[in-house]
């Protein structure tokens, strides 16, 4: 794995700013790789043995998934919306797997690590590369229950729903009153009164030639 300054200074760069969770993440990452021993995450042969679920939609998981090459897209991203600053880390080959949470308590330390700083988000920036993995850290041992819809690769399962007729992979459905559903059927989604529209320019495609002004 690259070094540590050089993963922060590209994770920063790719998220578009450094900051404290920039920081946060990217130790968290290279911790987590440690322990699952999967020493170059991003490279092809390790990337399809590795999962990450990271617990909260911040600063922390852009870093985490900047240094280990995982991605929605490849379904070794899983996005787990707890609220916590925790993320864990699954070698798919072992089994093994270590939940990393970032402790409150090093927030605490930063004026201990970092007394020079006054301003509040450099302070934590320098405080977050001093301190030790035993301070910023816990760490838990886990077992990870992964199911073959979840793993990365092809589409496993593809169903129909009985209502709407939209394809659902990846075993998303859901089986209501003898009904295979699609979870906005079901009643069970982000979003709600949901009409059909148009728009004007809705026949537009990149392969169509446009009218240019003469």
Request: glycine share 6%; aromatic share 6%.
């Amino acid at each position: 794995m690259a070094p540590f300054d050089l993963l922060l200074k590209k994770s920063a760069a790719a998220h578009g700013h450094l900051c404290p969770g920039q920081v946060v993440g990217v130790r968290m990452a290279m911790l987590g790789c440690r322990l699952i021993r999967l020493s170059h995450p991003t490279r092809r042969d390790q990337i399809k043995k590795l999962l990450v679920y990271v617990e909260m939609d911040r600063c922390t998981a852009d870093a985490m998934a900047h240094v280990t090459g995982v991605k929605l897209g490849r379904r070794s991203l899983k996005f787990m919306d707890y609220g916590i600053m925790a993320a864990t880390f699954v070698n798919l080959e072992t089994d093994r797997a270590f939940r990393i949470i970032s402790t409150e308590e090093s927030r605490d330390l930063c004026d201990i690590y970092a007394p020079e700083l006054e301003e509040k988000s450099e302070k934590q920036i320098l405080a977050y590369k001093r301190m030790p993995d035993s301070v910023l850290f816990r760490v838990q041992k886990v077992q990870v229950r992964v199911r073959d819809v979840d793993l990365p690769g092809p589409t496993r399962l593809k169903v129909f729903c009985t209502r709407c007729g939209q394809v659902v992979r990846d075993g998303r459905q859901i089986e209501k009153h003898g009904q295979t559903l699609c979870k906005p059927c079901a009643g069970n989604c982000y979003f709600s009164h949901t009409k059909e529209v148009t728009w004007p320019d809705m026949n537009w495609s990149p392969t169509i030639k446009e009218d240019l002004p003469c």
